[in-house]
């Protein structure tokens, strides 16, 4: 499956953004999809994740309430909007996709996006 996630930007702080992921090349129902972040100097961290189905989501307690992960898998697509953004959520948001269940690990995510940049100023 190929990843392609778009929509961040500049924002200022308590601002919102959506970012999208597309995807193509396979059967994507048959995928769990997570987001993950990777500020400078930092390593690459997770968000959020959804199910197959879209039933069933997890995020990291940094995000937790200020983040919300869904899916239309009609349309090949994973959405993560993102609300009250704060300078420390300033980083390069990726997409990624595995089969079957939803981990916090990404090296257990075999396929990526190219990541989209957020900056959030203060």
């Known amino acids: 499956v190929q990843l392609q996630a778009s929509g961040g930007g500049l924002v200022q702080a308590g601002g919102s953004l959506r970012l999208s992921c597309a995807a193509s090349g396979r059967t994507f129902s048959n995928y769990a999809v997570g987001w993950f972040r990777q500020a400078p100097g930092k390593e690459r961290e997770f968000a959020a994740a959804?199910?197959?189905?879209?039933?069933?989501?997890y995020y990291a307690d940094s995000v937790k309430g200020r983040i919300t992960i869904s899916r239309d898998n009609a349309k090949n697509m994973v959405y993560l909007q993102m609300n009250s953004l704060k300078p420390e959520d300033t980083a390069v948001y990726y997409c990624?996709?595995?089969?079957?269940?939803?981990?916090?690990?990404?090296?257990?995510?075999?396929?990526w996006g190219q990541g989209t940049e957020v900056t959030v100023s203060s």
């Open positions: 990624a996709a595995r089969t079957y269940y939803y981990t916090s690990h990404p090296y257990e995510y075999a396929y």
């Open positions: 959804i199910s197959l189905n879209g039933n069933s989501t």
